[in-house]
């Protein structure tokens, strides 16, 4: 017995890993271990021997079963020391940098105007920037060989010969997505629909894609009265003071009256401010939806009626906050969007403020 007790302890001591540990337990203590073994022959022997053997190999077996479950121990501890070593980690470093995008004045704006006038109850339209030419001219009243057609500057998308459907434009304004609203819908109907347009023209204020806001409101008694008082509600809150209007007879094919819609500005020291001073600038156009064009969105002009404008929305984040040149907007110069750009986080709400 002391021969089997000096032989597993030192082995147990002397165990390398987790396996070679088992394997002694295994010998020793298992189902045919040397240990369980003997325990066995207990049977065979006389009373007497058993009295003094039996009490001696239980001790045996207990002394193993700790010495396993103490080498396994430290051997866990040990496993654990080995692993703190190699993946220890400095948290005192400093951390990596990354870099911070920011919105651009575009997107900022957008949602200013979306926020405003969905506080109003007009909800937002989309429609294609590839746009069929009826929607984009003749559903809005512009006949073929009408001059505004050609005002435009147009760009028109290829057509595969054998393809009989009609021409495709890079629409020219968000106008077209009135007659998709109201086919979509029927009325009333209160919309607006924010977007990318495009015009072949480039200078200082005029990029060939630019961005517009439409609005439509369509019930059976609206009037020249309501869109009045909504833009000036919108300009007031979007520029956070109260803004005049004027409106000023004009001529669109989509509306009859039109009207173009200039906002009270002071010219002192070369900076436009709104909501001051004498001057006036134009910033969008607007009217009485033309009884062709609620009949175009397949809605009866004899029951129902609206009012309809289009603005520039690069033209109001410029006038909202200072940005000189149009171009800037599209090159993509990191300096510049680190410099008009919004937070991620300075999501505009209402009651946020604008
Ligand atoms: N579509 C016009 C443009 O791009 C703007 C416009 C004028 C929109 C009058 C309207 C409107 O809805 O009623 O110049």
Redesign the pocket.
Same mark, same amino acid.
């Given at each position: 017995m002391d021969d089997l007790r000096q032989k597993y302890l030192t082995a147990i001591g002397d165990a390398a890993d987790e396996t070679v540990l088992e394997d002694l337990r295994v010998a020793a203590v298992g189902k045919k271990g040397e240990v369980s073994l003997k325990m066995r022959e207990l049977g065979k022997m006389t009373p007497e021997e058993r009295q003094v053997a039996g009490p001696k190999l239980n001790a045996l077996k207990d002394e193993i079963n700790a010495a396993l479950a103490a080498k396994k121990e430290a051997l866990a501890d040990t496993a654990l020391d080995e692993r703190l070593k190699s993946e220890w980690l400095d948290v005192t470093l400093p951390g990596q940098p990354r870099r911070q995008g920011t919105i651009h004045p575009v997107s900022q704006v957008t949602e200013e105007v979306t926020a405003i006038l969905a506080d109003m109850g007009f909800s937002v339209a989309e429609g294609p920037q590839i746009e069929d030419d009826w929607f984009n001219f003749d559903a809005l009243n512009i006949p073929d060989h009408h001059p505004a057609r050609g005002e435009m500057d147009t760009f028109y998308m290829h057509r595969d010969e054998g393809d009989n459907r009609l021409p495709h434009v890079l629409r %020219?304004?968000t106008?077209p997505v =009135?007659i998709r609203a109201m086919q979509k819908h029927g009325a009333p109907i209160r919309v607006i629909a924010p977007g990318r347009v495009y015009r072949a023209d480039y200078d200082q204020t005029h990029t060939p894609m630019f961005h =517009?806001v439409?609005g439509l409101a369509i019930d059976r008694d609206i009037s020249m009265a309501n869109l009045k008082w909504v833009l000036e509600e919108f300009f007031s809150v979007f520029f956070g003071t109260s803004v005049k209007t004027r409106f000023r007879a004009s001529h #669109?094919p989509? %509306?009859e009256p039109?009207a173009e819609v200039d906002i009270q500005c002071s010219w002192e020291g070369g900076t436009v401010k709104v909501g001051e001073g004498e001057g006036w600038l134009e910033v969008l !156009?607007? !009217?009485m939806v033309h009884p062709n064009v609620i009949r175009a969105g397949g809605i009866d002009p004899d029951d129902w009626q609206g009012f309809? #404008? !289009?603005m520039g929305i690069d033209r109001m984040a410029m006038l909202k906050y200072g940005i000189p040149d149009l171009r800037a907007f599209f090159d993509s110069d990191l300096r510049w969007l680190r410099h008009y750009g919004f937070s991620a986080l300075s999501v505009p709400t209402l009651h946020g403020g604008l």
């Open positions: %020219t304004h106008s =009135q =517009q439409e #669109f989509f %509306t039109s !156009g607007s !009217g309809a #404008f !289009g």
